[in-house]
């Protein structure tokens, strides 16, 4: 897809450059972008409430399960099937194909390729989520890693070249 102002992009009104976090005026509509409003890389707390978004949607049956029926584990695993099942859809297919998770989508950021700002793929999103093992090492330091980087990306963003775009 292309921006209306004349750049590539991978979703309407990410066409004015390569780097979308560095931009003079972005978020502001002041005319950065030939008057469009324009992006930035999405904020620590505002990823970590969509991390959370969806962690709770795809853990829901896990959670039910527990409460509705802990002595049962046929039932028990029936959900956990349902639930990594919810999560590869939402976090790795719906996210690599579209940019948004379910967390995503309503908290208004976007996951997408670093040099191209066009959706990761299902195949990178998995591995990018298996990647956030390397955010925990050390001391979850990666995972706090978006609070002071220029391009707010997680050890793992920064292996799969994949930022998260606010707007």
Known sequence: MTGGDGGSAGWPGWGCGADPGRQAGWGRG???CGGRFAVGYAYWSVRVVSY????????APNIIAGVVAPGSPRLQLGLAVLSLALLGYNRWYL????GQSWGR?????????LDTT???GPLRAFLRDLAHALDSLPFFLGWFWPIWDRRRQTFADKAARTAVLAG
């Open 30 to 32: 002041d005319g950065a």
């Open 52 to 59: 959370l978004i969806d962690f709770l949607a795809c853990a």
């Open 95 to 98: 996210a690599g194909r579209t």
């Open 105 to 113: 989508r309503l908290m208004g950021i976007h996951l997408f390729l």
């Open 118 to 120: 066009t959706p990761v």
